[in-house]
């Protein structure tokens, strides 16, 4: 069974930054295209940043330049550094696993709720 499970968001002020965590098991995280999401109400879930297995990067345009992700394969974790923080970076972000650089993989986190916020 495969799980993936977030952890790290929390409220922030805007200009302020936070780190996401996701660990995984299940799979061969080493192998697997990693990848976070986010979603706000009454809006589609739109693709943050991917990384794949190769230390590839691809990120949204809103969060070029501020945001980060990384992976430590020996503890099968994936991390979003979030830096520079905007109140529209509000959201729920979603870890997600065995993605492409276009498209999302079948495996997802419950989410964690971020909120920048004065």
């Known amino acids: 069974q495969v799980q993936l499970v977030e952890s790290g968001g929390g409220l922030v002020q805007p200009g302020g930054s936070l780190t996401l965590s996701c660990t995984a098991s299940?799979?061969?995280?080493?192998?697997?295209?990693m990848a976070w999401y986010r979603q706000v109400p009454g809006k589609e879930r739109e693709l943050v940043a991917v990384?794949?297995?190769?230390?590839?990067?691809n990120y949204a345009d809103s969060v070029k330049g501020r945001f980060t992700i990384s992976r430590d394969n020996a503890r099968n974790t994936v991390y979003l550094r979030m830096n520079s923080l905007k109140p529209e970076d509000t959201a729920i972000y979603y870890c997600?696993?065995?993605?492409?650089?276009?498209?999302?993989?079948?495996?997802w986190g419950q989410g964690t709720q971020v909120t920048v916020s004065s």
């Open positions: 997600n696993g065995g993605a492409t650089f276009r498209t999302a993989g079948p495996y």
């Open positions: 299940g799979i061969r995280f080493s192998i697997n295209i």
């Open positions: 990384l794949s297995s190769g230390g590839i990067t």
